[in-house]
């Protein structure tokens, strides 16, 4: 793994679409991870390499020759806490897993959560 190649968890939110944009801008590789095929054209548009995954199930095969990571994943207000729980806690634990078993050079972690209504977030998710 010589030359730098991001893995962009998240690519289709918000957070993920800004951070996508200036992948391409900046002309870093970088493999976006989407839940849906539908959403694979505006990421293709921009030269990433789109790989197919839920971050509810086993997802390390986006990890294949990654260097780097910015997990920008998260869940929505209405998704409730169960989805909660396995995006915004369980996903970023499987992702840090898959990255130290890959070697990858560098984990981000970008998190708005409580950012807005921390008195809404279980105790066991807040930071």
Known sequence: MSSM???LIGAHGRTGRLIARRL???AVPFRALL???AHKSEFAAMGAEIVLGDLTHDFSHAFDDITH???A???AETEGVLQEREIDRDAVMRTADYAKRRRVHQ???VSALSAYHPER???SLRH
């Open 5 to 7: 190649k991001v893995l």
């Open 24 to 26: 391409h801008e900046q």
């Open 35 to 37: 839940r849906k095929s």
């Open 69 to 71: 990571v910015v997990y």
């Open 73 to 75: 994943a998260g869940s």
């Open 107 to 109: 984990l981000i972690v």
């Open 121 to 123: 977030n279980p105790l």
